[in-house]
């Protein structure tokens, strides 16, 4: 289905799976309902998998929110001293809509502990006590991490996910990827089809790289490989170091939590000529997550000029990050440049990220999914240098393949039903809702 008939489904308070490949328009249709929500004063509380995730959207991880922390699942003796916590209590009682994106890295334990606790706390037999629950994420994408098991229980094996009453919204479209030859390859490792995949990555380009773009932020599987290259590069630069430190506001764990999501680090070392990511969208002033450009001077003030890769220069200003309550209030912030440098990065930190150009090496990808993770982070496949690949890079989870095509039909029997609905009825029952 498309954004809009995605949308009214969503106003109409039903519990909703939001999916669809990368760059389809998951996260741009969340923040377009968010805003729908606080314009009408409901409140929603927007939470994500991981940390990464959360600040796309400004929130904050489902872990912290909910008080489970890093438990897999929670007993009767937890919930009660969870109960303990008034501001937690508080915050979920108050909650009418739960967002939760990058569903796939959440574990079905977990979410069935996050389930009882709203459930308890809202004094409601009903379903995470009658919240509206909007999950969205694509299963595809890196899988919740099992330590003592290689079987992965994905949220939709939960207790929870089965008494939702789920509508699978699996949007259609892309706002992404500019051509047809990444768009094909991506939807040959989403079939699994190995083969094929090789062969479109093989006709377009030499093994050792596409010449076309001069710069390139390189993807690793491994953080090791990242920091030391990172730290090299700048390292060879003979111009003068600025140093930019992250501020804070708040209570210390919050804001601790709030650093852990943050891609741009505490401290912040750049040189005229580094390689820099923006890691925040600001499409004012022409960038967005995964943005890659150059320092190419300092103003007066010490703040970095940055040209982006189609020529435009931007100064940078600190950005906030921050953590709201349920009334919208800021509980505790962030405030650094939303930068980093980017000659490498790692697969798992560049979820969610739109590039024009990369470099990557899946010749030690260790887990279905990775390949394809690093892959759809590109706009285009001439922005693609590839140095190295193992098969495990283009194959996807059976257990992710066979849900999609159960999610494309579910998507299917959703929209053919709600096409049935008279516009006045469709009104009607948003009104009643956000009322």
Not at 277 to 297: A, H, L, S
Not at 400 to 406: F, P, S, T, W
């Amino acid at each position: 289905m498309d954004q809009n008939q995605a949308l009214d489904i969503l106003k109409m308070g039903h519990n909703v799976f939001l999916t669809g490949s990368p760059g389809s328009g998951k996260t741009f249709l969340l923040n377009r309902y968010i805003d729908y929500l606080k314009n009408h004063n409901k409140a929603v509380a927007i939470t994500a998998s991981t940390g990464i995730a959360a600040t796309h959207m400004n929130g904050i991880t489902l872990h912290s929110w909910s008080g489970i922390g890093i438990k897999d699942s929670i007993t009767d003796t937890e919930v009660r001293s969870l109960a303990k916590r008034k501001y937690l209590i508080k915050r979920i009682k108050a909650t009418k809509v739960l967002i939760i994106d990058e569903v796939s890295m959440l574990k079905a334990g977990q979410f069935d502990a996050v389930e009882k606790i709203c459930r308890i706390f809202k004094g409601s037999f009903l379903p995470f006590g009658g919240i509206q629950v909007i999950c969205s994420g694509d299963f595809f994408q890196l899988p919740p991490i099992e330590k003592n098991s290689d079987e992965i229980n994905f949220i939709s094996d939960s207790r929870a996910w089965k008494e939702l009453d789920i509508k699978i919204c699996y949007l259609q479209g892309q706002f992404r990827h500019k051509d047809n030859t990444l768009s094909d390859l991506l939807d040959n490792i989403r079939k699994n089809n190995i083969e094929k995949s090789k062969q479109i990555l093989q006709s377009g380009f030499n093994q050792k790289g596409n010449t076309e773009n001069s710069v390139y932020t390189r993807l690793y599987t491994h953080n090791a490989d990242v920091d030391q290259i990172n730290n090299q590069e700048l390292e060879k630069i003979p111009e003068k170091e600025f140093v930019f430190q992250m501020t804070s506001t708040g209570p210390k764990d919050i804001v601790d939590s709030l650093k852990k999501s943050c891609l741009s680090p505490e401290t912040l070392v750049l040189k005229k000529g580094a390689l820099v990511m923006f890691i925040k969208n600001n499409f004012e002033q022409g960038y967005v997550n995964g943005t890659q450009g150059k320092v190419v001077d300092f103003d007066v003030m010490g703040m970095p000029i940055i040209e982006t890769l189609n020529g435009k220069k931007v100064l940078v200003e600190k950005s906030v990050w921050n953590i709201e309550d349920e009334n919208n209030f800021s509980i505790a912030q962030i405030r650094q440049l939303p930068l980093r440098l980017a000659w490498a990065i790692t697969v798992h930190k560049s979820q969610g990220m739109n590039l024009d150009s990369a470099q990557i090496d899946l010749s030690k990808c260790f887990i279905k999914g990775m390949g394809y993770v690093a892959l759809s982070r590109l706009k285009t496949f001439s922005g693609l240098s590839l140095i190295g690949v193992n098969d495990l890079a283009l194959q996807v989870n059976d257990k992710a393949l066979k849900m999609d095509n159960d999610f494309k039909k579910g998507s299917e029997v959703v929209l053919a039903d709600f096409k049935k609905l008279s516009f006045n009825y469709i009104g009607t029952v948003q009104k009643k809702f956000i009322s």
